[in-house]
């Protein structure tokens, strides 16, 4: 019997070269789906008789509604051993097994110094003017001195406030459980929320979303900044409250913005941040490198071929 198997949201075309699909044999069937299929009918005729899902991170939801409209459903895998977009308890009832895989734990934490080095130092506006045929089309700002402001202090904002550290940056941070102690294990300074954001020349966002941390930053936060600061965000964009980010950027309220997470994902090509000039966009590639395909989807690999033998592996809605 053919075990057929789909593997979503490949927008990249990496996933059937990230890992060996050709060793689970000629009983397998793959099919990938590289554009995003939008709204639940159109997933649930698009994956109407498929054993297997590979779904990536949070990209496509399978709430309750989606799990029950797939009776064919038997094996579910996401990205991550974590995915708040899983309803894990209406697959358990449905009898699909949900398995999860490993990640790496620094591709974000590189995205967002990426974004800060180019809003510093004017790399998208150089890059324009240099092939449009001009020369020195913009004035970078200095790092050395200025304040960097930590939302969030666990790994990844650690990863990014230690460079800031090693450049000569002032490195202060906030979140509502930050120890003073973890403050000092990290060597930075722990100040209080409006302090963080009246004084930082950047802001990097390293945050989970949850109830607690859902619009955060909202107009009065960013009205405490500089109109020379930045903010960056490459965790979750309902942690901003995006119509305020929109008219602080239109208004220079603050210079500019570093973006990797949106409310709706893909991005609508009419989005009003596409407009914005002091908008610096990428799209939710601050987790996606060459080496965590290879992982993500080698383990994903590994998923099935387990399932396949009676023995699922990383099983993230067993029984309690």
Known sequence: MTTRIAILDDYQNAAL?????????????IEVFNDYIEGEDAVAG????????????????????????????????????????????A????????????????????????????????IPQEHRTMHEGGWQGAVSEGMNGKTLGI????????????????LGMNVIAWSQNLTGERCADVGVTPVGKDTLFAESDVISVHLVLSDRTKALIGKPELTLMKSS??????????????????????????????IDVYDTEPLPKDHPLRGLDNALLTGHTGYVVKELYAVAYGEALENIQAWMKGAPVRVLNEAP
């Open 229 to 258: 600061a930045y903010l960056v965000n490459t965790s979750r964009g309902p942690i901003v409250d995006e119509s305020a980010l929109i008219e602080a950027l239109a208004n220079n309220t603050i210079a500019g913005a570093g």
């Open 17 to 29: 070269g990230a890992a060996d699909w050709d060793s689970l044999g000629s009983d397998a069937e």
């Open 151 to 166: 939302l969030g202090l666990g790994k990844l904002g650690a990863q990014v406030a230690k460079v800031g550290l090693a």
């Open 46 to 89: 698009a994956l109407q008789g498929f054993d297997v899902v590979v779904g990536m991170r949070e990209r496509t939801p399978f709430p309750k509604s989606l799990i029950d409209r797939l009776p064919d459903l038997k094996l579910l895998i996401t990205t991550g051993m974590r995915n708040l977009s899983f309803d894990l308890g």
């Open 91 to 122: 697959a358990r009832e449905r009898g699909v097994v949900v398995s999860g895989t490993s990640m790496l734990g620094y591709p974000a934490a590189e995205h967002a110094l990426a974004l800060i080095f180019a809003l510093f130092k004017k």
